[in-house]
């Protein structure tokens, strides 16, 4: 059973000058805040605070004895304001990017006297929030860790969130046809035939894909609210640390060690992509490091191969242990 906690942002200004008053809904597991370094677990598109338990999303990497080990760490994991878990949207959602969410995130860190981060993590948009946040407040977090994600919305990612747009506005099961897009980006065409391998749902006479697409559509149409997705998918077009400045001496002034996790067949933020930020970042930049996650499985890798996330992030977690 979720437990939400709430910080309270009496008045905040977007970068665009908006200013309203923010709730910001979380959740904490392991050690009481104060009591050990702190972890920040950021959420994906459709996720949620809830990383833990029944229906926790990260059961194989956060908890006692696991890669964030719950006996050794405080975690913390914020909703994105206007994700819809905790029943509040936002309706004047393009006034905000995600380096607003990175601000606010912060903001609300600070009310909870974490003063800094032994790691920020996270998963595609949650990895690029990470990004952000490690952009705007540079001496922070110690370990920068985003995972399946980027520092900037490549324009196939803008091209993929505009077409996601176009189903949310247009469809009259905006959800529901948007989720069966966003599953093709999020898998590849050899996990696909790895699974199915063409075959048939006799019962509904339909290709075995074809119902198992069906099935994640009517999943999230149940739990996702319509300006809930309009919002994440708006957020996820935004990433850019650069600001359409110099990228590298953005980077330049973020202390933190740097772990790029790739995933080697993703179709949505590429690993071409993420190899090319590595390669630009090291040539001034010591205390960066790329991993690859090596999957048939794609984007949603990182919410698959556990085992080998545990391998490539084992050195970050050991620090504090006896």
């Avoid at 890669?67 to 309706?91: A, C, K, M, R, W």
Wanted: hydrophobic letters at 40%; one cysteine or more.
């Amino acid at each position: 059973m979720m437990t939400l906690k709430y910080v309270e942002l009496a008045s905040f200004k977007t970068l665009k000058g908006t200013d309203f008053p923010v709730r910001i809904s979380y959740e904490t597991f392991g050690l009481p805040i104060g009591d050990a370094p702190v972890v920040l677990v950021n959420h994906a598109l459709t996720g949620n605070s809830t990383l833990l338990g029944e229906h926790g999303w990260w059961n194989e990497i956060v908890g006692d004895n696991k890669l964030i080990d719950t006996q050794h760490y405080t975690v913390i994991s914020f909703n994105i304001p206007g994700n819809g878990y905790d029943g509040l949207l936002i309706e004047n959602y393009q006034d905000l990017i995600l380096a607003d969410v990175a601000h606010m995130v912060f903001q609300g860190l600070k009310e909870l006297n974490i003063n800094s981060l032994h790691a920020a993590i996270g998963g595609s948009i949650g990895g690029g929030l990470a990004w952000e946040l490690a952009a705007a407040y540079p001496s922070f977090i110690k370990n920068l860790i985003p995972i399946a994600t980027d520092w900037k919305s490549s324009d196939w990612v803008i091209a993929n969130a505009f077409l996601q747009d176009q189903i949310l506005d247009n469809s009259s099961s905006p959800i529901h046809d948007a989720r069966l897009h966003a599953m093709l980006c999020y898998r590849t065409p050899g996990s696909f035939k790895s699974r199915f391998a063409r075959s048939t749902n006799e019962e509904l006479q339909i290709y075995n894909v074809e119902s198992w697409l069906l099935h994640h559509g009517k999943k999230l149409q149940q739990r996702f609210q319509v300006g809930a997705y309009k919002l994440m998918n708006h957020l996820l077009r935004t990433i850019d640390i650069s600001k359409k400045g110099d990228f590298e001496s953005v980077v330049a002034k973020i202390e933190s060690n740097i772990y790029i996790v790739s995933i080697d067949t993703d179709l949505f933020f590429t690993d071409e992509e993420n190899r090319e930020t590595y390669l630009r970042l090291s040539k001034f930049k010591k205390n960066i490091f790329y991993k690859c996650i090596r999957s048939i499985h794609g984007h949603d890798a990182f919410l698959i191969e556990f085992e080998q996330l545990n391998q490539l992030l084992k050195e970050v977690f050991t620090i504090n242990k006896s």
